[in-house]
């Protein structure tokens, strides 16, 4: 036994509980909501942006989504939905939209009115992605405006504004992870290209674009599907002998 004298001893009473605060608790424990830091965690950030998006295709608002790994390394998702709401949440005292990105489990997908179906279902999605960026910045077309914000390590930077006025509707997200919580900042194309496609084929109808800007690595790819999943079964049988031609496939509602 080793006796300990009071300089050594540490105390343990209630001011030793700690409370972390929203954000501050994905930065000081990522992998309990990404899984992991290494590149399959930096790539999971892109996919948890995009399935927002892709909630949108599936609730009948949003067809088109593209996908931009930028020349400075950050991503851009956008998609032509709704637009996240940017007015008051009354709850919280604060844009919706702020909400979304600064709030663990907040979203449309647990009442009866945002989402009849979703993608994800925990709603950490956003809040996480802005938690884990160096910074984030989020345009949403909605109203005929363009409403813009910025984060920094998840905190607002400046209130949500109005920077002029569009025809468009829809959202667009612009993030750059922070180098000093994931192993490494090097986004794989061919990562993302192979779970894009996989979407585009689980959502019949939408168009998802993936580019890359980066130097000495430019290209683009589209992934479009009109027959959904028969498709996808065509597509993992090219290069076999099928047992029967035809695809047995049915809808309904």
């Known amino acids: 036994r080793i006796k300990m004298g009071k300089s050594q001893e540490q105390e343990y009473g209630a001011d030793q509980i700690q409370i972390l605060e929203g954000l501050e608790a994905v930065r000081k424990r990522p992998g309990m909501y990404i899984g ?14 995009v399935d927002n998006a892709v909630d949108e295709a599936l609730a009948g608002y949003c067809n ?9 390394g950050s991503v851009t998702v956008v998609d032509n939905g709704r637009g996240i709401p940017t007015g008051i949440q009354e709850k ?11 709030m663990l489990h907040a979203g449309g997908k647990f009442g009866g009115g945002g989402y009849k179906v979703a993608g994800g279902l925990h709603g950490v999605g956003a ?17 005929g405006k363009v409403h813009k914000q910025r984060y920094e390590k998840g905190k607002i930077i400046h209130p949500l504004e109005v920077t002029g006025n569009t025809r468009k509707r829809g959202t667009k997200v612009t993030f750059m992870p922070d180098e ?4 490494t900042l090097n986004f ?54 099928p047992l029967y031609d035809k695809i047995i496939y049915c809808e309904g509602e």
């Open 180 to 183: 000093t919580i994931f192993e």
């Open 188 to 241: 794989d194309f061919d990562t993302l290209r192979t779970r894009l496609r996989e979407m585009a084929f689980l959502t019949k109808g939408l168009k998802i674009t993936l580019a890359d800007k980066r130097a000495g690595k430019e290209k683009e790819r589209e992934f479009h599907y009109e027959g959904g999943i028969k498709e996808f079964v065509q597509y993992i049988n090219r290069h076999k002998d």
């Open 64 to 72: 088109e989504i593209t996908v931009t790994i930028n020349k400075d």
């Open 127 to 143: 809040s996480v992605v802005n938690a884990l960026s160096d910074w984030l910045e989020v345009e949403i077309y909605r109203d």
């Open 36 to 49: 992991t830091t290494s590149e399959k965690g930096l790539h999971h950030l892109v996919y948890e942006i």
């Open 92 to 102: 919280a005292g604060i844009p919706a939209v702020d909400v979304v990105f600064t």
